[in-house]
């Protein structure tokens, strides 16, 4: 594959910083454009809104821009529906204007498995959208303005409907880091009966570069990115568990609004079109997120074996000091993984 430059709006988030590594592991030059600074050798700090703000990174230059920059949170979207109109739709429609302007060839937007509602089959792309809560509802609007510029045939569009993403560096208001957290601090979780399709962040990588290397067979293409295989919240304390050796408290409450009950993603035309597999098994992804939330400095008397998703008994149960851990260092280490 030639090398491109691609802009990724976002890149300083959770699946933004994963994408850029990947991309940039490939060959491609990257030009990320982010509210906060990023790690990128190329990048720009701004606001999607502020259309020359975007042209620092999207401009003639630009082959391919991946817009993943949102204001996530389904909850918080029924508190403050105006933001996410603001960032969420009126964002899009700048980045779609900036990469028409400046001749870019394809757009890939992430949307979000939010827009089906519940789902007690699985969601093929086609499915009628029934959102819960502003956030799904400005996703929708968002792809029915790239469609706009597609079927105008001003940019060859494809959106990725990602189904809740989790791995290494996910957002603390997610129910893994969360977990993470209660259980580094000795405290219960709040959860409440879901089923949910988990998505393993590089799985989702994979999708999103084929989405935006792929030939696509219409100008506007919709993909679902998810593993196909919904897991119930005492499944996920059940891996948890297993992979910790311990039992995690649970406070059972009920969902907050606008939360779906059950998500499913059908991803037979992603691995038809892109060569989307979503194959990592959620123990083996878990595990991986635990390992790196921990991070280098907690030495834990277990360790992580990623091919089962298991943690093992070290056989030194003694931390390098000569002291096992205590609750003050835990805790130590539960702030740096809800920072």
Request: hydrophobic residues 40%.
């Amino acid at each position: 594959m030639n090398q491109l430059t691609i802009a990724v709006t976002g890149s300083a988030g959770f699946i933004g910083g994963h994408l850029c590594r990947r991309l940039k592991a490939d060959g491609h030059r990257v030009v990320g454009f982010d509210l906060h600074e990023t790690p990128q050798s190329d990048r720009f700090v701004g606001d999607i809104r502020d259309s020359d703000a975007l042209e620092s990174a999207i401009n003639g230059s630009t082959d391919l821009v991946i817009h993943l920059a949102a204001v996530a949170g389904v909850t918080a979207s029924v508190d403050s529906p105006e933001r996410y109109v603001q960032h969420n739709i009126d964002g899009t429609l700048n980045v779609l204007k900036v990469s028409h302007a400046n001749r870019v060839p394809r757009v890939v937007i992430a949307s979000s498995s939010s827009v089906y509602g519940n789902c007690s089959t699985p969601a093929r792309e086609s499915r009628q959208l029934r959102p819960l809560s502003p956030y799904a509802a400005s996703k929708i609007a968002a792809e029915a303005l790239a469609e706009t510029y597609a079927e105008r045939r001003l940019l060859d569009v494809a959106v990725v409907r990602p189904f809740t993403v989790y791995g290494p560096g996910q957002r603390r208001d997610m129910a893994f880091s969360k977990f993470i957290s209660a259980h580094l601090r000795g405290e219960p979780v709040a959860m409440w009966p879901f089923v949910r399709d988990f998505t393993y962040v590089d799985d989702l990588v994979v999708g999103l570069v084929g989405a935006a290397t792929r030939d696509l067979r219409s100008r506007f293409r919709v993909f679902n990115l998810g593993s196909g295989r919904p897991t119930t919240a005492r499944e996920l304390i059940r891996t948890f568990e297993r992979i910790t050796g311990q039992h995690l408290e649970v406070r059972w409450g009920s969902a907050k609004p606008g939360e779906p009950e059950r998500t499913h993603a059908d991803i037979s035309r992603a691995h038809a079109e892109l060569g989307f597999v979503g194959g990592t098994e959620l123990g083996a992804g878990l595990a991986a997120q635990i390992a790196a939330s921990l991070g280098s400095d907690l030495h834990l008397e277990q360790e992580i074996d990623l091919a089962s998703g298991i943690m093992r008994p070290r056989s030194e149960t003694l931390a390098p000091t000569g002291r096992r851990h205590d609750r003050g260092r835990l805790a130590a280490a539960a702030e740096v993984v809800a920072s």
